[in-house]
């Protein structure tokens, strides 16, 4: 798109923005026809934009140095260059060195959703194995079944040109002989079977692992189940070994929890205004009811259904309500929670990835991790909040963060229904432009786009 008719497009969404915000109701035809308009224009994405933001130095993708560097081995620079990657982010500018140094140093990494953690991690295991060595070295943690096929994903992608490094699965389906050792140096799989596999199977000798990857550490660390599984893996682990724990977000208790269970650590931290990605544009719309909300949804599906999108819902019961419904309007959609079978969830995922379906209705569950580069649109049907009603400022973070990846353009939509959840949506922006220019913010609270240029200002 030429300059100036991205400029035009630029100032139309504000236009249409503000608009939308200031009580624009989603029955209202106006307010209607405007976000249908701002959604199509943030579908536009510049081709050279990542090259743009690698050479700004406040993006979270700039980085001054190449991947030849970072001093990789050829093979992994092969896998690197294969994906397609021509430059390291911010994150794996910094962290690479520190987890590739010797000795070996533990580290507590945070970086915005999409600018290229997984990379930064596997990278850094599949620099530390040694492939002569036919037993696991390197364990990886996620909290989800989808996150760790698509880690893997990414590890035998990176390690494409590196044959002799070999990488198993932990995780639930996945039934092994009784008594048997691995052969494998990197293991990706969930808590539970992986202290199986270093506990009671024995099918890991815990002893002889280098490096232990906490992904998603926050939340790893912060639910109760995940964080007795994670430090009863990490007890087994020599003293020597290396621990590397990685997250988008890191709440103040949990950060401090982090620094108190990895030993002198080095630390990345993203300052409050930092967390959230300029790239990503919010807004919310003004509904009545859970039907309202509904209706708001099938009156832009024709605009979300362009590239492709993820809404999230609160309850797994109110995601089969409204994939239910959507189906019964003639939309095509894909349905994800919790309670389904874990082959059934990696298939929906893979035909969602596949671009067969455009839609995925779903709940938390894939809110963490999620890589769909053609995502666009991120709605919360229900917004974030915890189990006392408060809002989940780190999971709003995440779910929008689905969108927006490594310098694309995204957009998040929040569908608002109640007084109740107009608050939880201005105590979330007044969360993340806190400690950014706070009467600015105050004065527009009821205006997410505002709050975001405010506080990357
Ligand atoms: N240096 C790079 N150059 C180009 N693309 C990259 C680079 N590093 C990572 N990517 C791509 O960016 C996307 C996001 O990366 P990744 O999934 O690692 O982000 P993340 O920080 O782990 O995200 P999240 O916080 O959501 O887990 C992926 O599709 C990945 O292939």
Redesign the pocket.
């Known amino acids: 798109m030429a300059t100036d008719s991205w400029a035009q497009a630029v100032d139309e969404q504000e236009a249409a923005a503000e608009s939308v915000n200031h009580g624009g109701r989603f029955d209202d035809k106006a307010a209607q026809s405007l976000l249908n308009k701002l959604i199509r224009n943030n579908l536009v994405n510049n081709t050279n934009q990542?090259e743009v933001l690698q050479r700004d130095p406040n993006s979270p993708l700039y980085s001054v140095k190449s991947f030849e560097e970072l001093r990789l081995k050829p093979q992994l620079l092969q896998g690197?260059y294969g994906?397609?990657?021509?430059?390291?982010?911010k994150?794996?500018e910094t962290a690479l060195p520190m987890m590739l140094a010797e000795p070996p140093q533990n580290l507590i990494a945070q970086?915005?959703?999409?600018?290229?953690?997984?990379?930064?991690f596997v990278l850094a295991m599949l620099s530390h194995v040694d492939p002569n060595k036919r037993y696991p070295q390197c364990l990886c943690v996620s909290p989800t079944y989808e996150l760790a096929l698509q880690t893997g994903k990414?590890i035998e992608l990176m390690g494409k040109h590196y044959p002799e490094v070999r990488l198993v699965y932990a995780i639930r389906g996945n039934k092994l002989q009784r008594g048997m050792k691995l052969e494998e140096q990197i293991v990706i799989g969930t808590p539970g079977t992986m202290l199986d596999w270093c506990g009671k199977f024995k099918f890991i000798d815990p002893k002889k692992i280098m490096v232990f990857v906490l992904?998603?550490a926050d939340v790893m660390i912060a639910t109760q189940g995940h964080q007795d599984q994670s430090i009863r893996i990490q007890r087994m682990l020599p003293k020597n070994c290396q621990m590397l724990l990685?997250?988008?977000t890191f709440e103040e208790t949990v950060w401090n929890f982090a620094q108190r269970i990895v030993p002198e650590p080095n630390i990345i931290k993203l300052k409050r205004e930092e967390e959230t990605l300029d790239t990503i544009k919010q807004y919310y719309v003004l509904c009545n009811s859970r039907e309202e909300k509904f209706q708001a949804l099938c009156n832009i599906y024709g605009a979300i259904t362009i590239a492709q999108a993820m809404i999230f819902c609160h309850t797994r019961k109110t995601a089969g309500w409204l994939a239910g419904e959507l189906s019964r309007e003639g939309h095509q959609v894909a349905l994800l929670s919790g309670e389904m079978q874990v082959e059934q969830r990696a298939a929906v995922i893979d035909r969602f990835r596949d671009g067969k379906e455009k839609v995925l209705v779903t709940t938390n569950v894939c809110a963490?991790?999620?890589?769909v580069?053609q995502v666009s649109v991120v709605i919360n049907f229900d917004l974030p909040v915890d189990k006392d009603g408060n809002p989940d400022n780190e999971t709003y973070l995440?779910r929008i963060?689905?969108t927006g990846?490594?310098g694309k353009r995204g957009l998040a939509i929040n569908m608002v229904d109640s007084k109740m959840s107009m608050n939880i949506l201005n105590r979330i922006q007044e969360h993340f432009s806190k400690s950014a220019v706070t009467t600015h913010a105050r004065t527009h609270t009821h205006n997410l786009l505002y709050t975001q240029t405010v506080a990357s200002s």
Request: charged share 25%.
């Open positions: 990542v690197v994906l397609g990657f021509n430059r390291p982010s994150i794996q970086s915005q959703s999409g600018t290229g953690k997984t990379a930064a990414v992904d998603e990685f997250s988008a963490r991790g999620i890589d580069e995440h963060g689905r990846r490594f």
